[in-house]
């Protein structure tokens, strides 16, 4: 636990697939698990453009927390076609609390390592992160 204050390393992986989903857009959403053992974050899965946001909330665990990057794509009034990221930290109630509080604590550091996260959104229940919060994020 030495350095937990500093939060968990992320692995070389992560940052890659974040790169090519936000510049390339080679992915709809990326899953991240921290791994104990390891300490560090570690990508858990990665989802395909055409994947919706539906199978993104499928597949985060109902029970344990995660971090997970969203690419959203939106049309705003004017009719301009727009995307923009999302960070979220999934905290569910029922997780336990060592993994809340490790969560928690690596939480500033993996969004440092992560640069274009354009918004964040903190759940610890599914209607937190609804499809109609992440529209109200975007301003539509």
């Known amino acids: 636990m030495a350095n937990s204050a500093s939060g968990m390393h992320v692995s070389d992986e992560c940052k890659l697939k974040f790169l090519e989903l936000k510049a390339k857009r080679t992915y709809r959403f990326i899953v991240f698990k921290i791994d104990e053992k390891a300490q560090q974050v570690q990508i858990?899965?990665?989802?395909?453009?055409?994947?919706?946001?539906?199978?993104?909330?499928?597949?985060?665990?109902?029970?344990?927390?995660?971090?997970?990057?969203?690419?959203?794509d939106f049309t705003t009034e004017d009719n301009c076609?727009?995307?923009?990221?999302?960070?979220?930290?999934?905290?569910?109630?029922t997780s336990r609390v060592r993994s809340?509080?490790?969560?928690?604590?690596?939480?500033?550091?993996f969004k440092r390592e992560m640069d274009g996260i354009q918004v964040e959104l903190q759940a610890t229940d599914p209607?937190?992160?609804?499809?109609?919060?992440?529209?109200?994020?975007?301003n539509l």
């Open 127 to 138: 209607s937190e992160m609804s499809l109609d919060i992440i529209k109200g994020r975007v």
């Open 100 to 109: 809340k509080m490790l969560y928690a604590s690596s939480k500033d550091r």
């Open 44 to 72: 858990e899965k990665l989802g395909n453009p055409e994947e919706t946001y539906d199978d993104f909330t499928s597949s985060i665990p109902d029970d344990e927390c995660r971090y997970a990057v969203f690419d959203f």
């Open 81 to 93: 076609q727009k995307s923009k990221i999302f960070f979220i930290a999934w905290s569910p109630d």
